[in-house]
């Protein structure tokens, strides 16, 4: 009897999980269409939504790289970015690199809901021509037990070239990765779609295209997964107007299928790929990945230096720490002549 249970209890298990992930699967191609389509859902939060926030078309830095030819394919490089403490801090690191590229287009789609003023501000500074697009992943992706990261985001890029773009490559760029700056020259003359070995990725340490007689033959790459392209989203380029040729290409929300799907989606062929970094033998871009940390709540008090109130209000609103007066929050202090002391002006100057 018991075992009857038992097996009843699989079946009705295996059944449920069986027409949610057909559910999930139809529901996650009938999104890929327009707003029209999404509305018909029978629930909400698959659907997307993505807002440019600012898009900026004028090189406003003030100073171009020598060789800033304005005759130069335009390279479109993509980076999903989302809120956490390390936001900022990443995207300073990756502007500054990016600033050095000649005509070179920024897309930047943070995974938020909201257009955050504080991103369009440093995006500004750096002088690049840019486009800042809001691009929240669907809430029910984000339940998911591995979590689609940054798909919504280079889907809405990918959405704002198609509309905006007519010539020139386009790259994924993460905001934690590092990039040397060859790997601009190379990609930029991108025919259809090019690959280049990517550096620190799983358990071989580099992620790259194996070649022979200058073509790709096979991949050195420690997760196949039964993918026709085991590649880094880092580990190539796409030419746009190769994109435009097909305009039915599609990032899917399956976590480390993405790209193995998007370049089986563009019909590419083995024949089709270019090798860049010398034949796949140097690595120009590293996997790199920033420890995360949980942001830090503190207690501060409310009388305290203008200029440690001026700067913790401004990590407050980068999201890098929270604060209040609250008793939960880490207490915090001055250090003078290395022994602590209480943070408020009047205590310090010895006033009281
Ligand atoms: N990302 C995102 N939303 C998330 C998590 C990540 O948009 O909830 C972005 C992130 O900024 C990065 C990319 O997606 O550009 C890949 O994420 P992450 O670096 O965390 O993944 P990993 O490189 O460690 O696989
Ligand atoms: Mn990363």
Redesign the pocket.
């Known amino acids: 009897m018991r075992r009857l249970q038992n097996v009843c209890l699989t079946v009705a298990v295996t059944a449920l999980v069986v027409s949610y992930a057909a559910w999930s699967s139809l529901t996650a191609t009938t999104t890929l269409g327009t707003s029209s389509s999404a509305s018909r859902l029978p629930l909400g939060d698959l659907r997307e939504h993505s807002t440019v926030c600012h898009a900026s078309l004028q090189d406003q830095r003030t100073f171009l790289p020598s060789n800033n030819d304005s005759s130069l394919p335009t390279i479109f490089f993509i ?4 809120p956490r403490r390390e936001q900022f801090a990443e995207l300073t690191r990756l502007g500054q690199t990016l600033m050095h590229v000649p005509s070179l287009h920024w897309i930047v789609a943070d ?1 938020n809901p909201e257009c955050n003023p504080f991103l369009t501000e440093i995006f500004q500074k750096f002088g690049l021509p840019f486009t800042h697009i809001s691009s929240p ?1 669907p809430s029910n992706y ?1 339940k998911r037990y591995f ?1 689609p ?2 798909v919504s ?1 280079r889907r809405a890029a990918l959405k704002w070239i198609k509309a905006n773009a007519a010539s020139g490559v386009f790259y994924f760029g ?3 990765n590092t990039f040397d700056l060859t790997l601009f020259s190379e990609i930029r003359d991108t025919k259809i779609v090019s690959m280049f070995p990517v550096g620190l990725i799983g358990e071989f340490g580099v992620s790259a295209p194996i070649i022979e007689g200058g073509k790709v033959v096979g991949f050195f790459d420690s997760w196949p997964a039964d993918r026709k392209f085991p590649v880094d989203m880092a580990g190539f380029a796409v030419s746009v107007e190769y994109l435009l040729q097909h305009p039915n290409a599609t990032m899917p929300y399956k976590a480390g299928h993405e790209e193995d799907q998007f370049l089986k989606s563009l019909d590419l062929k083995m024949s089709d790929i270019e090798p860049k970094a010398n034949n796949c033998t140097k690595v120009l871009v590293w ?1 790199t ?1 920033t420890v995360k940390k949980p942001k830090h709540n503190l207690k501060v008090p409310e009388s305290i230096f203008s200029n440690l109130r001026t700067l913790l209000e401004k990590l407050v609103s980068l999201g890098v720490v929270q604060m209040g007066a609250e008793v939960s929050g880490k207490e915090v202090y001055m250090v003078v002549d290395g022994h602590k002391n209480e943070v408020t002006k009047r205590q310090v100057l010895g006033l009281s």
């Open positions: 980076t999903p970015t989302y995974d992943m984000r979590v990261r940054g985001n993460d905001d934690d996997h990945q």
